[in-house]
Nanobody, 115 residues
């Protein structure tokens, strides 16, 4: 029902920045919440940031002040601006959409932060 495609991942030095984008196959006006999760090697997938249809945001404590999640309803995208990246931010980042009690996931994009 909702297809999600992430982009923007890559290799960056510590202290650098990346901007991830998630393109949705349908209007995100009808999607209750969208957000980003990440999974590092050997770790469970964890919430990074979410944004509701009303613009309310939530961030994991580990990224507060460094990451910013935003919606662009006209372009059907959700973005994650990541600044002051740390090696511990290295993970596969997944886009998520929650609609009609169903979770949808993208394929993920790799973010690697070198020391």
């Amino acid at each position: 029902q909702v297809q999600l495609v992430e982009s923007g991942g890559g290799l960056v030095q510590a202290g650098g920045s990346l901007r991830l984008s998630c393109a949705a196959s349908r209007s995100i006006f009808s999607i209750y919440a969208m957000g980003w999760y990440r999974q590092a090697p050997g770790k469970q997938r964890e919430l990074v940031a979410t944004i509701s249809d009303s613009g309310i945001t939530h961030y994991a404590d580990s990224v507060k002040g460094r990451f910013t999640v935003s919606r662009d309803n006209a372009k059907n995208t959700v973005n994650l601006q990541m600044n002051s990246l740390k090696p511990e931010d290295t993970a596969v980042y997944y886009c998520n959409a929650y609609r009609a009690n169903i979770d949808y996931w993208g394929q993920g994009t790799q973010v690697t932060v070198s020391s």
